[in-house]
């Protein structure tokens, strides 16, 4: 079920790619807002502190659900930074670099304050720290509140944004990861 999701959340990723791709410049910067633009400079690096937790499961989690949970998680994101990518690109507007390994120097503590369900420096600390079942017990929990914030943001961009690409995107993210999230409580449960 999870690799159905994950595979139909990457084609709708691709398709919206596909459709931009054949846009002319004017066509692309037109019908959009600041919402959108929020959005997808909200959601690259919270997709990428997504990845770095996802690629520590590869080599720290116990659980093999939990591994593949996480490289779900990775399939999925990595072509949604880059559609986004290519949006903020085509509204020329500035786009965030270098993923969380580079964003050490940056306070997470304002970051969690405008991109809810961040994790902080320390959470990722011990997170890279733990292995077996206290890494599953970890990541679980972890994501799962990392989860809940992206499908804040990604109900705000339904709410408030203007292009139409980008809340599909958002609505996509939001089915997904709620579908995730009842997976990861059902393996905490277990």
């Not at 919270?46 to 490289?71: F, G, N, P």
């Not at 799962?144 to 809340?167: C, F, L, N, W, Y």
């Not at 997904?176 to 009842?182: D, G, R, W, Y």
């Amino acid at each position: 079920m999870r690799k159905t999701l994950t595979a139909a959340v990457l084609a709708a990723a691709l398709l919206t790619l596909a459709a931009c791709g054949g846009e002319d410049d004017s066509d692309t910067t037109a019908g959009h807002n600041d919402a959108d633009v929020t959005f997808a400079q909200q959601m690259i690096p919270h997709h990428e502190q997504a990845i770095d937790m996802a690629e520590a499961a590869e080599t720290r989690a116990e659980s093999q659900e939990v591994k593949d949970l996480a490289a779900d998680i990775e399939a999925a994101q990595g072509p949604e930074i880059e559609t986004m990518t290519g949006w903020l690109e085509s509204w020329g507007e500035d786009v965030p670099d270098g993923g969380m390994s580079d964003m050490s120097d940056m306070d997470h503590g304002d970051m969690s304050d405008d991109m809810s369900g961040m994790m902080s420096e320390e959470d990722m600390t011990a997170l890279e720290n733990a292995t077996g079942a206290e890494f599953d017990q970890m990541f679980l929990t972890m994501m799962i509140e990392h989860h809940e914030g992206a499908i804040e943001m990604a109900k705000t961009e339904q709410a408030d944004g203007e292009s139409a690409d980008a809340k599909a995107l958002a609505e996509d993210i939001e089915t997904a990861q709620t579908e995730e999230i009842q997976t990861m409580q059902e393996l905490l449960k277990s």
